[in-house]
């Protein structure tokens, strides 16, 4: 039926005006966006579509093309002009979070990966919230109907070992992130003279749970866990959907929002995704599939942390997070094998990861390098593991003493620092920049990763110098409240307008002023 089908294709094509050889490329994108929209419509979601069942159904996919180009005929004149403008500013926020790293072709990167980004609709959705037609297409609600009990048959199916491993690192996370919870507070400055300390949740959040490169249903933990613990009454986790799994978000993912209590999960991913957290998604009447939320939170790709960052302002942030990093300060009492895992493990996560060795042992520094080539033949993800220990973010720094150490450390602000010397606790009391500090042989950084308790989303490029890892207070905002009597006010009213007049703000004494006129 595939060759009928074609014809009859280029049939429409030819009896709305338009050649098929000459319709522009965007066009074709737009039809096919549409196309595919009616195949969600049909199926619940792309990935069931197969090719197989679309020829044997030609004549209705016929139909359904026709309508499509119908429904792209009418659609607004600049819809083209929307997309690229918001295309090209995505382009260039990637570009400008990637400009300072030193040796990396920025334009072979473009090249290979623009085409990930390019959705249209869903990138026209980022401006125009209720135009949400493309961003529909990964979106897969599991809150809604049938789709809800998902996230049981993810849970009931998971491996044992996995789901007990998920309640310890679940325990564990509860502990740390309610104890990080600040108490209200009350201040009596004099009589009748009070101001209250008190801090709110943020009213609806948006977690993001990467899901490209590997499975992160730990994720789930570190960006529930704090926002169940601040208190926030409306949670909406979204992630990839995945080829094998239907569409939907990996098993596990589900399960361990299952196990966590959160029953409001999405199949979407990259950058769309957090366009569909910040504007929301709307049905044809009006009702919300997925309403905005006040702030997103996780880790995510070079996309992601693109479209926070031009979102901003319409959303809050937690922050934009770069490839991973790990600093290892070593001294020759380290065991070099272990040193050299460490650096291993955060390579796995993105060929741009960052590992880095600080030491004052020449001894160390070449042991490290032998076993780092004695460990990475044969390992699970030799090629990426190859590329990123060999890239211009990685390496090896020989210092004079321990004091430089911690001095290049400070000014590295890395994710994660490890302490490996002979007395760890004489140093980690001056480390100043890092997002977690992991003091001693026996806390190495993937202990971070899933059960230490604390939480593995943490600041990176240098941000913690200024910025803190994701944490039970990202999701609390403080709120002041002043309470004055008259004899409160009456105590500091000659100063407030001495203070006024100074500043050339006269009505603010007046105000102060008339309430005892």
């Given amino acids: 039926n595939g060759f009928p089908l074609l014809l009859l294709c280029l049939a429409f094509f030819w009896s709305f005006g338009i050649q098929a050889t000459t319709v522009p490329r965007r066009a074709l994108q737009g039809i096919a966006y549409l196309i595919a929209f009616n195949t969600l419509v049909a199926t619940g979601n792309l990935a069931r579509f197969d090719f197989g069942d679309f020829a044997n159904q030609s004549c209705a996919w016929v139909l359904a093309l026709c309508i499509s180009l119908l429904v792209y005929r009418l659609l607004p004149k600049d819809l ?4 690229a403008s918001l295309l090209d500013h995505l ?8 400009r300072r790293r030193a040796g990396f072709d920025a334009h072979a990167w473009q090249a290979r990966q623009q085409h990930r980004i ?6 026209h959705g980022m401006e125009h ?12 609600s599991l809150q809604l109907g ?28 509860r502990l740390v992130h309610d104890a990080q919870h600040p108490q209200d507070s009350t201040v009596e400055l004099g009589e009748g003279a009070v101001v209250e300390n008190h801090w709110i949740p943020v009213g609806r959040v948006g977690l993001y749970v990467p899901g490209g490169r590997a499975v992160y249903p730990s994720s789930v933990v570190m960006n529930v866990v704090p926002a169940q613990a601040a208190g926030v009454g409306s949670l909406a986790v979204t992630s990839p959907p995945q080829r094998d799994h239907g569409g939907l978000p990996h098993p596990t993912v589900l399960a361990a929002c299952a196990l966590l209590g959160v029953d409001e999960v ?15 998604v709307q049905d044809d009447d009006g009702g919300w599939l997925c309403a905005p939320v006040d702030l997103v939170t996780g ?27 790990i600093a290892v300060i070593a001294d020759g009492t380290a065991r070099a094998d272990w040193v050299a895992a460490d650096l291993i493990s955060q390579s796995e996560h993105d060929p741009l990861a960052a590992s880095v060795l600080i030491t004052d042992s020449e001894d160390l520094l070449r042991d490290v390098l032998a076993a780092i080539e004695a460990q990475v033949p044969g390992a699970f993800h030799e090629e990426q593991l190859r590329e990123a220990l060999t890239g211009p973010q990685s390496g090896v720094l020989l210092v004079r003493d321990m004091d430089q150490a911690v001095e290049v450390s400070d000014r590295y602000a890395t994710e994660h620092l490890e302490i490996q010397t002979r007395d760890p606790e004489a140093l980690v009391g001056r480390i100043r920049n890092a997002g977690a500090v992991f003091v001693g042989p026996h806390a190495p950084v993937p202990l971070g990763d899933y059960s230490a308790g604390s939480n593995h989303v943490l600041p990176t490029s240098g941000t913690a110098r200024h910025s803190s890892g994701l944490n039970t207070v990202t999701f609390l905002r403080l709120q002041q409240r002043i309470r004055y009597t008259e004899t409160g006010l009456e105590e500091v009213a000659d100063g407030i307008g001495v203070l006024a007049e100074d500043e050339r703000l006269p009505a603010h004494g007046a105000a102060i002023r008339a309430r005892f006129a």
């Avoid at 382009?91 to 990637?98: G, I, N, P, V, Y």
């Avoid at 049981?152 to 310890?168: H, I, K, T």
């Fill in 80 to 83: 083209e002009r929307h997309s």
């Fill in 91 to 98: 382009r260039r926020e990637t570009l400008a979070l990637l």
């Fill in 118 to 123: 390019a959705q249209l609709g869903a990138l």
């Fill in 129 to 140: 919230p209720r135009s949400a037609l493309a961003l529909r297409l990964g979106f897969v």
């Fill in 146 to 173: 049938r789709e809800s009990r998902r996230l049981w048959r993810a849970l009931a199916g998971l491996d044992p070992r996995v789901r007990a491993a998920l309640e310890e690192s679940i325990r564990r996370a």
């Fill in 266 to 280: 999405y199949a979407a991913g990259g950058a769309q995704a957090v366009a569909m957290l910040a504007h929301g």
């Fill in 299 to 325: 880790p995510g790709n070079v996309y992601v942390a693109a479209a926070k960052r031009a979102l901003q302002g319409v959303i809050g942030v937690d922050a934009e997070a770069g490839p991973s990093e």
